[in-house]
């Protein structure tokens, strides 16, 4: 014989809120627990969106999607363009790089500014800005190199170097004009018939993964005329470094300088030096 051995059945319950005299339903053997599907999130669809370079009115098309970060489609309206774009502007004003795009209209035109708005001068006047638009190119070929100290966080490097041939040909140390700021730097080569320019946002969500906090103070260009344009990018010096700053001289071993130990000064300057000779050496000058 065989025999089937169902599972107890719970007892009744009475459904909360309920007064104490109330009747008891009998459970319902047919209850099913009823599952809300929830549909699909439909899939973003590309969308192709024109740009124009200003002021020259060239146009180009771009494929993005509404939550494009800005900044990629400002770097894929350089490489349509064959200009270095500096700013993407919306119908409703400039475009923050850093955020995405959002919903995209029908017929929607970002305009693209191949001059910096805020970096560059005004008063800089050179005769290839004035012959018309399309003057400046921008710099496409470029590395870069990041140096990371064992020693210390300042010591730091990042280093951004030019390969463009047509820009390194026209280059001197009279001509390359560079402006760094917290978050960006802007580099102008002054040509004879054109403008090279590179401007780039740097940090460790960009394209130049730089992932110290740079000092514009302490950056600088290195310019061999016709071959070499590096820039090179810095980290703020400790408060304890800084020109002004009172110290005192203490545990100086060398014969000329163990003389000055116990002396008050004031830093004047400071060289981070790293040759071959004397590597991973520091150098202050203190008045005293």
């Known amino acids: 014989r065989r025999y089937i051995v169902a ?5 009744p319950r009475r459904s909360p809120g309920a007064p104490a005299g109330a009747p008891v339903a009998a459970p319902d053997r047919r ?42 489609a400002q770097r894929q309206a350089s ?13 409703q004003g400039l475009l923050d790089a850093s955020k995405p795009l959002g919903p995209i209209e029908a017929g929607q035109v970002l305009l693209a500014h ?8 005004p008063t800089d006047a050179h005769p290839a800005t004035t012959r018309g638009p399309g003057v400046v190119q921008g710099i496409m070929d470029f590395g870069y190199h990041q140096y990371l100290s064992e020693v210390c966080n300042f010591c730091h490097r990042f280093h951004v170097m030019i390969k463009c ?19 960006e730097f802007s580099l102008t080569i002054r040509g004879l018939r054109h403008d090279f320019r590179l401007r780039r946002s740097f940090g460790t969500k960009t394209s130049l993964p730089v992932t110290f906090k740079v000092s514009p103070e302490r950056c600088t260009v290195v310019v061999s005329p016709g071959k070499k344009v590096e820039l090179i990018l810095r980290p703020a010096l400790p408060s304890s470094f800084k ?25 004047q300057s400071f060289v981070a030096k ?15």
């Open 7 to 11: 599972p107890p059945v719970p007892p």
């Open 31 to 72: 209850a099913r627990a009823l599952v809300q599907m929830q549909p699909a999130k439909a899939p973003e669809k590309m969308q192709q969106v024109r740009v124009q370079l200003v002021p020259s009115g060239q146009e180009a098309w771009i494929w993005v999607l509404p939550g494009t970060p800005c900044g990629a």
């Open 79 to 91: 490489q349509v363009l064959g200009q270095e774009v500096v700013r993407l502007e919306g119908p």
């Open 114 to 121: 191949a001059d910096s708005l805020d970096l560059e001068d």
């Open 165 to 183: 041939p047509k820009a390194l040909a026209e280059a001197t140390k009279e001509n390359v004009i560079a402006k760094f700021e917290p978050k």
């Open 243 to 267: 020109p002004g700053k009172r110290v005192k001289l203490q545990n100086l071993q060398s014969k000329d300088a163990v003389r000055l130990n116990g002396h008050f000064g004031t830093i």
């Open 274 to 288: 790293n040759s071959g000779c004397v590597p991973r050496t520091w150098f202050w000058s203190a008045e005293y």
